[in-house]
């Protein structure tokens, strides 16, 4: 009984270092797939150790010293060229072969350092924007490959073969597992967040399937938020981002009616509103708003705009005039055309839905919206809401006939019944 819980114990210690342990070995190696290799080895050599010798005081650091030991050991065996192997040794172990120093060196490494190296590398451009996701909640949530393609109603072999991809065109192109510098870590943290922030969002409003919400998605994509906030301190856009996903987190269990069919922002029980996770994302988002220029990043932007909404205790306390001020000013800073339909959305509650007819209008053309759902549902709120029923039943049908979610597909036809009723 104590061997089991031992090894219970000593899976979750892994279950929590093996993000920390790929990105540090991933960094010797050069090799995501070696570096997943080592990681296991260095379970197994706890399994076989740790139930005799008890749990070290830092198992992290622990694993990490047993895991590079043999990674020096495959360099080794693999007659490396001299040069780089007396390069990899003298960083690993200062020279010295004492597996006492070793370990006390490993204990002393910067995994925060290893663990963004990781996220950095995996959400890099030059790998395809849905490997990104799938790389990411592989290596740094630590998902099975199942798992993600449960997440994302795929099949196992399409994921699986996007993760080999993605991990070939990393060793392929040469990729140093560290965290860029100056404007080219500026360039890869917008990918790093785009990437956390798509899985969020595909758990929040799912694109296909059964479901209106998946919530495993969105708490990877949360713990990922978390992750990179401990690490990048004085990133605002960071926590920007955090402050988003907490405050729209906050509503899953709200979003969904006992027959699995959503329910909108306005009707909604906000009583089932989380409201720790709402006070952890106004946490972050004034953690942002007071780091320089933290206001204006986009996620902060977005952040404030669910804020809005999360401090209203009922729908007619909502202040539209701020939101609609504040997607004018989203505009600017992050301009496209799903953002300004949503602005439409905002003015219309604001200043009517005539005033969101017009601004729906002028971007019905866009290439982006041509077969996007949301646009005829916009449009069809606004027209029910300004009392013209049947321009309204015929824009819910058509916004129906585009969605791929099942769900989302009944109660648009829902809505459109209603019209006609």
Known sequence: MVTDDTHRAIEAVFRIERARLIGGLARIVRDVDQAEELAQDALVTALAQWPRSGIPDRPGAWLMAA????????????????????????????????????????????????????????????????????????????????????????????????????????????????????????????????????????????????????????????????????LMPGEPEVFGLLALMEIQASRLSARVAPDGSPIMLPDQNRARWDQLLIHRGLTALDQAETLAQGSDGAYALQAALAACHARARRPEDTDWLTIAALYDRLRDVMPSPVVDLNRAIAHSMAHGPEAGLRLVDAIADAAALRNYAPL????????????????????????????ANERERAFLLARAAACAA
């Not at 360039?187 to 929040?204: Q, T």
């Open 67 to 230: 895991a590079r030991r043999r990674a020096i050991d495959a360099i080794r065996r693999n007659r490396m060229r001299e040069r780089k192997h007396v390069e990899i040794a003298r960083d690993l172990d200062g020279g010295q072969s004492d597996d006492a120093r070793d370990m006390e060196q490993a204990m002393d490494d910067d995994i925060g350092d290893e663990l963004l190296g990781l996220i950095f590398t995996a959400c890099h451009p030059i790998v395809s924007a849905d490997a990104r996701a799938a790389l990411t909640l592989r290596l740094v949530a630590g998902l099975t490959v199942e798992e993600i393609a449960r997440a994302f109603l795929s099949n196992p072999a399409t994921i699986n073969q996007r993760i080999v991809r993605a991990k070939r065109t990393i060793a392929d192109a040469g990729l140093a597992f560290e965290v860029p510098r100056g404007a080219d870590r500026d360039a890869r943290l917008a990918s790093v967040l785009g990437v956390v922030y798509l899985i969020f969002n595909e758990g929040y409003a799912a694109t296909s399937g059964d479901d209106v919400v998946r919530p495993s998605l969105c708490q990877e994509a949360q713990r990922l938020g978390r992750i990179l906030a401990g």
């Open 376 to 403: 005829p549902a916009a449009r069809g709120d606004f027209l029910f809401r300004a009392g013209r029923r049947d321009e309204a039943r015929d824009e819910f049908v058509a916004a129906a006939a585009l969605s």
